[in-house]
């Protein structure tokens, strides 16, 4: 089981997670999507995120924030395509070259969904499906 909560306050810290939980160990939303049959996944920042894509159908985990050498191997392991859908902001952008980088020699094609200044892929949920033609 996993539990995140998000402040709405803009107050410090910005998420909370139970003590103890190792989030380079975990990657949000995978049990719903391990067996699907899909050989892409779209790698997204946050659980919010996941959980609008999962919303249209869309397989997708959350790596919180970037995605660590034991989440890489795992979704390498699996997957052929990784889709990675981060913020549109500066942090998301630098995140998802970085992550881009270290899933460059695991033998996966790697696709950036760059998304509009502001903008999350809970917002564009839609618009994602669109792109990976999940509806017309």
């Known amino acids: 089981n996993w539990i ?9 810290p910005k998420y909370w997670r139970p003590k103890g939980v190792r989030k380079e160990l975990a990657l949000f ?5 391990r067996n ?30 970037g995605l660590s050498r034991f989440q890489r191997n795992v979704l390498a392991k699996k997957f052929s395509t990784i889709y990675i859908a981060f913020d549109g902001d ?5 995140k998802a070259k970085e992550t881009k980088a270290m899933l460059k020699d695991c033998g996966v094609t790697v696709v950036n969904i760059n998304l509009p200044e502001g903008k999350d892929p809970g917002n564009y949920s839609f618009a994602i499906a669109r792109r990976l033609k999940l509806i017309a």
């Open 90 to 94: 500066d942090a998301g952008r630098r």
């Open 36 to 65: 699907t049959g899909n050989d892409w996944i779209v790698v997204t920042e946050g659980v919010f995120d996941t959980i609008a894509l999962q919303g249209r159908s869309i397989p997708a985990v959350c790596c919180f924030g």
């Open 4 to 12: 995140e909560r998000r402040r709405i306050d803009n107050k410090r």
């Open 29 to 33: 939303g995978f049990s719903n999507i």
